[in-house]
């Protein structure tokens, strides 16, 4: 069965350092691999999706991540964090065999950006 | 596009009373997602529609949880009797998936916090 597992419930960066939060997936077939950020109170915002195109994937707000089959990893950067960018973060993962549309969520990292 | 809207945005009750919650999609949207997030368990698909269908229904975690889609432009949950481990975030979720192609972008609605006293 598919799943992903998020290394780390709470990641706290610096503004302007590296933001780096991880995301290691399990499946028996190629996946979809997804990045979504959640701000207080609000629903899930797509960041950037894995379709077995590119495997350096660039998404929205200067975040990109990066498919490595050889490690099953799927870890999400940003080169300088930001104070807007704290929020959480949710890697999820879909397969063929449920045609797609059914995404299994890892249980998210929580980001701290500190002045 | 107003989004995904989702009714109530709160919503507190007692034990053993009937909850429904709404959802309606975005316009033109073929596909509708329910999920469950709570801290225990994350974030969890309870159901999902195509073009007004249950499509995997696998997700819900007892018969007190109904779920319908009537037509294109709304959905609801439904949880009788409601129990206080219901407690949690619900939200929708709906997306277009172009002809060809094998999915697209889920968008999701605010959630409705539910609170079962």
């Known amino acids: 069965a598919q799943s992903v597992t998020q290394l780390g419930s709470h990641v706290s960066v610096s503004e302007g350092a590296l933001v780096l939060l991880r995301c290691n997936y399990s499946?028996?077939?190629?996946?979809?691999l997804f990045w979504y950020v959640q701000y207080p109170n609000q629903g899930l915002q797509l960041l950037l999706k894995?379709?077995?195109?590119?495997?350096l994937v660039k998404g929205i707000n200067g975040f990109e991540a990066e498919f490595k089959k050889s490690e099953t990893s799927f870890h999400l950067t940003k080169p300088s964090a930001h104070m807007s960018d704290a929020a959480e973060y949710f890697c999820?993962?879909?397969?063929?065999?449920?045609?797609?549309?059914?995404?299994?969520f890892g249980t998210g990292t929580r980001l701290l950006v500190s002045p | 596009d107003a989004g995904v809207i989702q009714s109530p945005r709160h919503e507190v009750t007692e034990m053993g009373q009937e909850v429904t919650l709404r959802c309606k999609p975005i316009?033109?949207?073929?596909?509708l997602f329910w999920y469950r997030q709570t801290m225990m368990r994350g974030l969890e698909l309870l159901i999902y529609?195509?073009?007004?269908?249950?499509?995997?229904d696998s997700g819900m975690p007892e018969d007190r949880f109904s779920a319908k889609m009537p037509n294109a432009s709304f959905s609801t949950l439904k949880i009788q009797p409601s129990e206080p481990r219901d407690s949690a975030v619900y939200f929708c979720?709906?997306?277009?998936?172009?002809?060809?192609?094998?999915?697209?972008?889920?968008?999701f609605g605010p959630g409705t916090r539910l609170t079962v006293t």
């Open positions: 529609f195509n073009n007004n269908v249950p499509i995997d």
């Open positions: 894995y379709t077995s195109a590119a495997t």
């Open positions: 499946s028996s077939v190629p996946p979809y």
């Open positions: 316009s033109g949207h073929d596909y």
């Open positions: 999820a993962v879909s397969e063929k065999n449920t045609g797609f549309q059914k995404l299994v």
């Open positions: 979720a709906s997306s277009l998936v172009p002809p060809g192609e094998k999915l697209h972008e889920q968008y």
